[in-house]
């Protein structure tokens, strides 16, 4: 075997085999070319090429790997992703000095030969034998682009990487032989302008142009001399001549490249020498790459584009094909994101509850009858130290959310209320509403199934005082579980399955809701993003429409651009206008005068409804205008902190509601968002309020049967509603008219107007302020 010499290089002999060896290999290139019949089916018996006619497409327009630009709905950059920091350019807008370094440094005479330089092979083997090493390459610089494409295609895949650029005799006939190809399809100036948009020029910079911005801040088109040579100078070993570790070494190759350029004619030698003299001026650029650069808070946002783009098929048939595009890029991502409203979400969070707080607050604004997500922002930062995250708690678990959504408390009552009203309740339908109660049973199910409450559960109130008789609105507005339970009861299971299911609302992993009883008081974890989405449809007057997060997107490769499909909003009827109108005047109630009144807008209509879940570890507010709906969830990822004397926001909370916390949050968010934008009005119904009504039933009874006593026969309910100030029955009872056993309370016929709210719950009821933890 021969020996190595002293130096570690090969023997002459050794030499002299390789020169051998790539003689043959040339000379069968050649063969090939001179008769491509023979020469195609001599190498394709081997299993080492394929035709010679044949040039895959990409070698001519390689799939070059580009940033990714997200940008807002007005065109602002958001942020910019990619596997490879790259922009593509032309070689006009490339620096003439950087033109020449490369060629001077890497083939200086490549406009001479072909693919192949025969006199370069020689020269490097001459020069390598001298040596005793490796000293010269005898690559063009057309057979390194082939390779490059090769590199590119095979990604961040250790297996394809090594098989892109494994040693081989069949890899290099089949390198040089698109190397030919590539020479006579598209010549020495597009291969050169491919080149310098491929090639690795280390720091993470893909190209001349990244490389230009990385390691000086400009344009690869306004590149000096002396920084045209220091970046031809990389190529050869990008960790080795890295100007950011290692100036010395940087600057001593740079020194080499100005004085090739020089040899070969290129610049002076006056001019080399006093470039050699500059400093190496470096102006870098750190990468800022991905959605954890994001601008307004939005990365949140921007991941969920990403996920939207790698789980709808409207992109690619399979993960793996909608993956690949994602990490070629090229892409210019225009999103439905509103920088007002995005910047009104961020202040207001940052405003109400703190980075550093035991929980944390997300909140995302819809534009209802479109579906844009106009608004999407948490407190704590995206990231990967103390006080970040990665997970978006706005949405759920298939799009980088968490496991389950949060439990969304009394915001689910409206619902239970709409599928109700869909079956032909009025909106002043009474229930007893005790302040406790066992769950009813049996409930009907769908499909003849029937709930069971074999457990012996109970649900209760907020607090003592609230015990019924309630109609809808003032149920609504007071946020009564037992109503709503006797609702579900009365109607049963499946009105409230359909309902949710036209609304499109899931638990947060996906799973649909369970038909129980309890899912009335918001027992099961939903995002915010599904319960935005759904509130949207009362705003829209019953039309649902399916969120979506992206406007446009074009794709550039090479030097086209051209649009892809992108998801559309469906929008579909999930009730009726009269429905969706009584909602909203329901929660419009909840606003002016029941728990969420700390939420209320001043300056337009608004509705909303709040949510507080067992041992307060989720608060919510859920609200909209006409024109913008918008969740606000506050509460622990872990679901382990109970919002009990706590401080949130640098504010001291003996009991957190969803109309302390979360509400000032949405209408602070709201307030900017909707600041300069039109105020339309609600269609509204009447709903007479309880008061109203048993005024109009003690005046039919006044009529009737006289003033003062009555003859019995009534059922008491009206006790409840003035009862806990004057002390009638508060719990029903068989008195006659005008509660005539009321031990020894009257019932007035007050001539004064009575707010809403104000008799009913004398103990602090309506502002939420009892025990317990499953109301607004």
């Known amino acids: 075997m021969p020996k190595k010499r002293s130096g570690g290089g090969l023997s002459p002999t050794q030499q002299a085999a390789k020169f051998l060896g790539v003689s043959v290999l040339a000379g069968a290139v050649m063969a090939g070319i001179a008769l491509p019949a023979a020469g195609a089916l001599g190498l394709a018996a081997k299993g080492s090429v394929q035709g010679f006619d044949d040039i895959p497409a990409n070698l001519r327009r390689p799939p070059l790997s580009q940033r990714t630009t997200i940008l807002d709905d007005q065109g602002h950059q958001l942020a910019q992703v990619y596997s490879r920091d790259r922009t593509v350019?032309?070689?006009?807008?490339?620096s003439p000095y950087m033109q020449k370094a490369i060629v001077a440094i890497e083939d200086s005479r490549f406009y001479q030969h072909g693919a192949i330089d025969l006199k370069g092979v020689l020269r490097a083997l001459n020069k390598n034998a001298q040596s005793g090493g490796v000293a010269q390459g005898a690559s063009t610089l057309t057979q390194q682009y082939v390779k490059n494409v090769f590199v590119e295609e095979a990604g961040d895949d250790p297996t394809k990487v090594a098989q892109a650029t494994q040693q081989t005799l069949g890899r290099k006939i089949k390198e040089l032989k698109y190397a030919i190809q590539v020479e006579q399809d598209l010549g020495k100036k597009k291969i050169l302008e491919n080149y310098l948009n491929i090639t690795f020029f280390g720091e993470q910079a893909y190209g001349v142009e990244a490389a230009a911005q990385r390691y000086f801040s400009k344009h690869a088109k306004d590149l000096t001399l002396p920084q045209a040579a220091l970046l031809a100078g990389i190529v050869q070993s990008p960790s080795r001549y890295d100007p950011v570790n290692d100036e010395a070494e940087a600057t001593k190759r740079r020194n080499v490249v100005l004085q090739r350029m020089a040899e070969v004619g290129d610049v002076s030698q006056a001019e080399a020498d006093k470039a050699k003299k500059e400093p190496l001026g470096l102006k870098v650029t750190q990468p800022r790459n991905g959605c954890i650069t994001a601008v307004k808070g939005a990365s949140f946002f921007c991941k969920y584009v990403e996920q939207v783009f790698l789980n709808d098929p409207v992109f690619g048939k399979t993960r793996a094909q909608r993956a690949k595009i994602w990490n070629q890029g090229g892409l210019t991502i225009r999103t439905t994101l509103d920088p007002q409203a995005q910047a009104s979400v961020q202040d207001s969070l940052k405003s109400h509850v703190y980075q550093s707080d035991r929980v944390a607050a997300a909140s995302v604004l819809v534009e209802p009858g479109t579906g844009r997500i106009?608004?999407?922002?948490?407190?704590?930062?995206?990231?990967?130290?103390?006080?970040?995250?990665?997970?978006?708690?706005?949405?759920?678990?298939?799009?980088?959310?968490?496991?389950?959504?949060?439990?969304?408390?009394?915001?689910?009552?409206?619902?239970?209320?709409?599928?109700?009203?869909?079956?032909?309740?009025?909106?002043?339908?009474?229930?007893?509403?005790?302040?406790?109660?066992?769950?009813?049973?049996?409930?009907?199910?769908?499909n003849g199934k029937t709930w069971v409450n074999q457990d012996h559960d109970n649900v209760e109130n907020e607090s003592?005082?609230?015990?019924?008789?309630?109609?809808?609105?003032?149920?609504?507005?007071?946020?009564?579980?037992?109503y709503f339970v006797q609702m579900i009861s009365d109607i049963g299971l499946c009105p409230v399955a359909d309902m949710t299911d036209k609304l499109h609302v899931v638990q947060g992993n996906g799973d649909k809701l369970p038909q129980v009883p309890a899912i009335a008081l918001g027992s099961k974890g939903i995002s915010p993003l599904t319960m935005a989405s759904a509130y949207a449809a009362f705003a829209s007057r019953g039309m649902y429409c399916t969120p979506v997060a992206i406007e446009s997107i074009t794709r550039k490769i090479g030097d086209?651009?051209?649009?892809?499909?992108?998801?559309?909003?469906?929008?579909?009827?999930?009730?009726?206008?009269?429905?969706?109108?009584?909602?909203?005047?329901?929660?419009?109630?909840?606003?002016?005068?029941?728990?969420?009144?700390?939420?209320?807008l001043s300056d337009r209509d608004n509705a909303g409804k709040t949510g507080t879940t067992d041992e307060r570890k989720n608060a919510w507010f859920v609200g909209y205008t006409p024109n913008l709906s918008g969740a606000v969830w506050v509460g622990s990822a872990t679901q382990k902190v109970k919002m009990t004397d706590i401080t949130i926001g640098g504010v001291y909370n003996s009991l957190v509601y969803g109309g302390q916390v979360p509400g000032p949050i949405w209408r602070d968010a709201m307030t900017g968002a909707l600041q300069g934008k039109p105020a339309p009005s609600f269609n509204l119904v009447d709903i007479p309020d309880a008061k109203d009504r048993d005024?109009?039933?003690?005046?039919?009874?006044?009529?009737?049967?006289?003033?003062?006593?009555?003859?019995?026969?009534?059922?008491?309910?009206?006790?409840?509603?003035?009862?806990?100030?004057?002390?009638?029955?508060t719990d029903g009872g068989t008195g006659g008219s005008d509660a005539g056993n009321t031990n020894g309370g009257t019932v007035p016929n007050p001539t004064f107007s009575v707010p809403q709210g104000f008799v009913q719950g004398q103990n602090g009821s309506t502002n939420g302020n009892g025990n317990g933890g499953r109301r607004g």
Do not use: W
């Open 695 to 729: 005024k109009d039933k003690h005046k039919d009874r006044d009529r009737g049967k006289g003033r003062g006593r009555g003859n019995g026969g009534g059922n008491g309910d009206i006790g409840g509603l003035i009862g806990g100030l004057f002390g009638g029955p």
């Open 89 to 94: 350019v032309e070689l006009k807008d490339i």
């Open 374 to 446: 106009v608004a999407m922002g948490q407190s704590k930062p995206y990231g990967y130290g103390k006080n970040e995250t990665e997970i978006n708690y706005s949405v759920g678990s298939d799009m980088g959310g968490s496991n389950f959504g949060f439990p969304t408390g009394s915001t689910f009552k409206p619902f239970v209320a709409a599928a109700a009203l869909e079956q032909g309740k009025p909106p002043t339908q009474e229930y007893s509403s005790p302040y406790k109660m066992p769950y009813p049973s049996p409930v009907q199910a769908c």
């Open 464 to 482: 003592t005082s609230e015990h019924g008789p309630y109609a809808m609105k003032e149920a609504m507005a007071k946020s009564v579980n037992t």
């Open 560 to 600: 086209e651009e051209k649009s892809l499909p992108v998801p559309r909003s469906t929008c579909s009827r999930a009730m009726s206008e009269k429905t969706a109108d009584t909602v909203n005047t329901l929660l419009q109630g909840v606003v002016d005068s029941g728990t969420g009144r700390q939420a209320g």
